[in-house]
């Protein structure tokens, strides 16, 4: 698959996962529910690995850092983001974790001394300020106290994780580890992980037999998980994380436009603006730069009369 592809079916995909996140949201514990999720996505994968005969046997090493990247990326990120939402708004909850490309950017250059171009931080600067406007109603009504702080430092936090987490699987494939056995023992680790939490936490492992909660975690599993971070991740090494990361700013954007046609979302000069800028930044940040030819010494003719 080339990359334009792959960028776009991580952004459709994800852009779409908040309708079956919320039909996961009632009888069973939303840590359950990721424990559920992620152990789908990694017998899924694990059954798919089988099949391809891909070699899946690695060094207690390797393990360690599948295990690593599992917790980051599959289990921490989600613990606190879960716990930042009981303290602040999805709004902003969404721009916290937007934050994720400016993270990685320095993770990139900290980790792989990765240089990134003027052209990536200016068109981050407008995917940026893009999701701001965009949720500037629900943000203007919020009040900087104690608990909002809180909520904002968990997301951060969760955010961190999962930058943490892709800088393992950056390392991973540059040690030619296949993206698809890495995850599949990522999510397993995730999943091993989320269970003990759920365990501490004291929640019950329940199940809903109901068509929309075993079909959001079939699509969140196979969807969201297996298709979308194999995709993500896999353009993490392609193109780097620092572009690769634009994709968490513009699939908020494409929640509206869902949310538009399933929920009746009225848009405002809010919508129209906000989703122009992330669109523009998308657009620089993804562009190919420019390079200015120099013109060559030798390639000069003197003429002489």
Not at 54 to 60: A, C, D, K, R, W
Not at 83 to 110: D, Y
């Amino acid at each position: 698959m080339n990359n334009t592809f792959l960028y776009i079916i991580t952004v459709l995909i994800w852009g779409s996962t908040w309708i079956a996140i919320n039909y996961q949201l009632g009888d069973v514990a939303v840590e359950v529910s990721v424990v559920y999720r992620f152990a789908l996505a990694a017998l899924t994968l694990f059954i798919f690995a089988y099949f391809k005969k891909l070699p899946m046997q690695f060094s207690l090493y390797q393990h360690g850092l599948f295990a690593l990247f599992g917790v980051c990326l599959f289990g921490i990120n989600y613990v606190l983001l879960y716990n930042a939402q009981q303290h602040i708004n999805s709004a902003l909850t969404c721009i916290g974790f937007s934050s994720l490309m400016l993270i990685n950017i320095v993770n990139t250059r900290i980790f792989y001394k990765t240089k990134i171009t003027k052209q990536v931080y200016f068109g981050g600067a407008f995917g940026l300020f893009g999701i701001v406007v965009l949720f500037w109603p629900q943000l203007s009504d919020v009040e900087l106290g104690a608990a909002t702080l809180l909520g904002l430092t968990l997301c951060v936090m969760g955010t961190f994780s999962a930058s943490m987490g892709t800088m393992i699987s950056i390392r991973n494939q540059k040690n030619h580890i296949p993206v698809l056995p890495a995850n599949a023992w990522g999510m397993f680790y995730g999943a091993f992980f989320m269970a003990i939490v759920a365990v501490v936490k004291g929640k019950a492992f329940t199940f809903s037999y109901t068509f929309e909660y075993i079909s959001s975690l079939v699509y969140l599993s196979i969807f969201g998980s297996v298709i979308a971070f194999g995709c993500y991740l896999s353009l993490m090494t392609r193109i780097g994380a620092h572009k690769t990361s634009y994709a968490n700013i513009i699939f908020p954007g494409i929640a509206v436009i869902i949310s538009t046609f399933f929920e009746g979302f009225v848009w405002s000069s809010y919508t129209v603006i906000g989703l122009m800028l992330m669109v523009v930044g998308n657009l620089i940040v993804l562009s190919k730069p420019r390079k200015t030819k120099a013109l060559k010494t030798s390639d000069k003719k003197v003429i002489t009369a």
